[in-house]
């Protein structure tokens, strides 16, 4: 292949936001200048779940995993002097998509910017959030109807605009094998296409078809990873030509961005993550048939906390070498016609087949997310198992654990911190813009939106209204929860005992025994305070403690700290174990741990697991709190141990 003919790189992006939209926007700047060529906005937990920053439930979560985007001021201020006609920009953001969308539909407008040109991907998949990530707010169906909503709204005013990513990232974050990340994807796109099917004319359905777009991960097993996104391409195909009737092949193409695998990410020896990154970015872009339009890398330093701008740079850096310095892009496929290759996807897409045929039997993904939700919770059980007994090896983690230290690591831990005066000063500025608005505006764009959402039309144009005329988040968000009420998904921990995992007995025996000296079974309650949704830790603690004997109580995310001490005191408990991976630990712990002492439950013992600094470790254990866990104590049984021996530290339960 000549110069000439050479494949143009995929889209550079980095996944950035934190703070502040000011902040924010001067991050962005800095990397479009850095040859970052779109942009991928994170967005912090109250706006994803759509609440305002001053929400009880937002307290410690401000700006920790991404910006805070309240009103229409907020969104200006992170797109100033970036042109929204000329960015191509991906939005992570799911239950609150429409009013992410309506905002920036607002400031492009302001900008003078010709929307029909507006390009750029909104996630707005809401059944992965079921599955895994956890920041869902209202039922199903109308979270459904809601997607179908921006898509159809996109399709008449935004053409450019990918308006729904069907994202099976999170999926694999929370244990899915390859066959499982396949089939739930394409359930979940199979389920919004059918949707969106009777919105549209017949002739127009094809182009619409080709607007949805993919969001994957790549694990470590790179060869499988690849393979598996050969699989996707043929089966989305498939679905596109024999469900759809799609005859044009361009309008059945699989168009897909990626993030790598966080969830292989380790604490110990961090710098072993930037080796893992790039030989899992190669997954997604080896094989031209299968690579990936959009690509942003996770830093090395994830598993500790916060990237910094320049550990961003380095990742970026990776995807740069790659696309500019080799010579990748200058030649056709070099996997197709390779025997080891067609063998390993033909085994994917059969496997992923019969997958789908279950949840098409079910009745589809909506009906299927129950299900789901348990397979991937047993299949992340299963893969901790295999890490814990050496099967898999993880580097650093369960071999070659002697080392140097990093040097990577330095005085201020390897990352960045979030200033906790970031959320009181946004809390001001939210408080200014309410005050400076023209309220009786706000109110009859709500009661506009209100009216079109209770008799079930597009809330797009309305939600553009009310954008423009300075309603936030928070009150966005409440009239979808009044119109369609909130919901609470399924764990995926069953009551019932899995005798998956072996080499359980002697710690089954000392939960008897301490279960007998108590006078009843022993009451674990697993609770997650605050915002974050990620969940995989608090099922996989819950799961194993079941396994081991005790008596568990989890009831899933989103909880206040009232809400679990409640649930402590109504419950019996005899240890509680507390799961928060947003960063936001020290003020959630400490109003628990203040909560607890309060209601005279001061005396049951409390551990703490996430991703926790030193530092804050030693000042949760000055809460009071008993035990802290981060990502390097990967040894569940340990923990169950532990558990046993905060509750009865008699010799008997410590053997």
Known sequence: MTETQKDRPWLIRTYAGHSTAAKSNALYRGNLAKGQTGLSVAFDLPTQTGYDSDHVLARGEVGKVGVPVCHLGDMRTLFDQIPLEQMNTSMTINATAPWLLSLYIAVAEEQGADISKLQGTVQNDLIKEYLSRGTYICPPKPSLKLIADVAEYCYQNVPKWNPMNV????????????????????????????????????????????????????????????????????????????????????????????????????????????????IEMLAVTLSKKARARAVQLPAWNEALGLPRPWDQQWSMR??????????????????????????????????????LAQ?????????????????????????????????????????????????????????????????????????????????????AALAELREVTKAGGNVMPASIKAAKAGATTGEWAAEMRAAFGEYRGPTGVARGVSNKTEGLDDIREAVDAVSDK????????????????????????????RDCGMDIEYEGIRLTPEEIVGAARENGAHVVGLSILSGSHIPLVEDVMNRMRSEGLGDIPVVVGGIIPDEDAKRLLGFGVAKVYTPKDFELNRIMMDIVALVDPAPVAAE
């Open 318 to 355: 990776m995807q740069q070498i790659l696309a500019y310095e080799t010579d990748l892009l200058e030649y056709e496929d070099l996997f197709d016609g390779n025997p080891a290759v067609d063998a390993k996807v033909e085994a994917l897409k059969e496997g992923a087949r019969q997958e």
């Open 167 to 278: 994202c099976s990232y999170h999926l694999q974050e929370a244990g899915a094998t390859p066959e499982q990340e396949l089939a739930f994807a394409l359930a979940t796109a199979t389920a919004v296409l059918d949707e969106l099917r009777p919105r549209v004319s017949a002739e127009d359905f094809p182009a619409l078809v080709s607007r949805i777009s993919f969001f994957v991960n790549a694990g470590i097993r790179f060869v499988t990873e690849m393979c598996k996104m050969r699989a996707f391409v043929d089966l989305w195909d498939e679905i596109c030509l024999n469900r759809y009737g799609v005859e044009e092949s361009k309008y059945r193409r699989f168009r897909y961005g990626v993030q790598v695998n966080s969830l292989g990410l380790t604490e110990q020896q961090p710098e072993n993550n930037v080796y893992r990154i790039l």
């Open 359 to 443: 949840l098409d039997g079910m009745g589809g993904a909506v009906s299927s997310i129950e299900y789901m939700k348990g397979r991937l919770v047993e299949s992340n059980a299963d893969r901790l198992n295999r890490i814990e007994k050496n099967e898999t090896i993880v580097v650093g983690v369960n071999k070659f654990q002697q080392g140097e230290p990093s040097p990577l690591v330095g005085s201020d831990g390897g990352i960045m911190v979030v200033d906790p005066a970031v959320e009181v000063e946004q809390i001001e500025r939210l408080n200014a813009w309410r005050a400076e608005r023209d309220e009786a505006a706000v109110q």
């Open 518 to 545: 108590l006078g009843r079974r022993l009451k674990f309650l697993v609770g997650k305070p605050g915002l974050d949704g990620h969940s995989n830790g608090a099922e996989q603690i819950a799961f194993r403690a």
